[in-house]
């Protein structure tokens, strides 16, 4: 039978290399385990020899990369072909109205165009459309923030040992117009996104949200408008962008006719986004800008 080593060195090619379990071995496959992550190296169930094998194959690799063309992207590098299969995510969805966009990731959800579930809903207003949704189809939902209006609200802290409760993996903030605390972006590094109906970073900020966005857009005489996908920081619509789709502002337009467009482009970039997160397809340039692999070719980034 081909040797481990020499099965490894096959697959390692011009900086992109992959290593794959030998099929016709059930044992050897059983025996083989690694994982490669921002230059880490992990084995389990691995023999002595095999794990040399292995961090030589990862050291000849590095000596490429670092001598014919530098590293552009943190993140996988290399998989295991039989790696096990990726649990499902849970998942955490802020509203504060209908939840358009959150009935969008839940039926991705349930047709398996999303590799996760809606594990709790949070909203600042009690008998929002979306959050009678998600009663409807038994989530839970948290009341957040705490405030004049709203006693029975959570803190902070509460909510984030709350969101712990459930084992929450991902936030979705889908027309949540509350400011996200410091903490909680903290709690969840480059674990929350957002929806904007915009093309940011024009028309984003503090008091841009909804039919807002679209009067502004239309009065500018942009000729192109769209959804924008961003992570979460502390401050409104600042964060870094994972995807966009582009919509034209027609001659004729009014906000109305706009929003409706936008909001069509909107149920679409957020489930591919919420679905390349959920599949771990998320990979983070050296400069800090977050790209998406592409399913159908992983050479492919968006």
Known sequence: MESLSSAIAKRVSLGSAEIIGLRQSKTLAARFSCSFFNQKVSFCRTC????????????????FQSSSSPSHFEGPQLEDDMVKELRRKKLGIFVSGGGSNFRAIYDATINELIHGDVSVLVTDKASCGGAEYARDKGIPVLLFPKSKSCPEGLSSMDLINALRAFEVDFLLLAGYLKLIPIELVQAYPKSILNIHPSLL?????????????H???????ARYSGPTVHFVDEHYDTGLILAQKVVPVLANDTPEQLAARVLQEEHKVYVEAVAALCDDRIVWRVDGVPLIRSKENPDEYS
């Open 201 to 213: 970073p024009a028309f984003g900020g503090k008091g841009f949200y909804g039919m807002k966005v």
């Open 48 to 63: 002595s020899a095999d794990k040399l094998a292995l961090r030589n194959t990862w050291n000849s690799i590095n000596h």
């Open 215 to 221: 009067k502004g857009v239309i009065a500018s005489g």
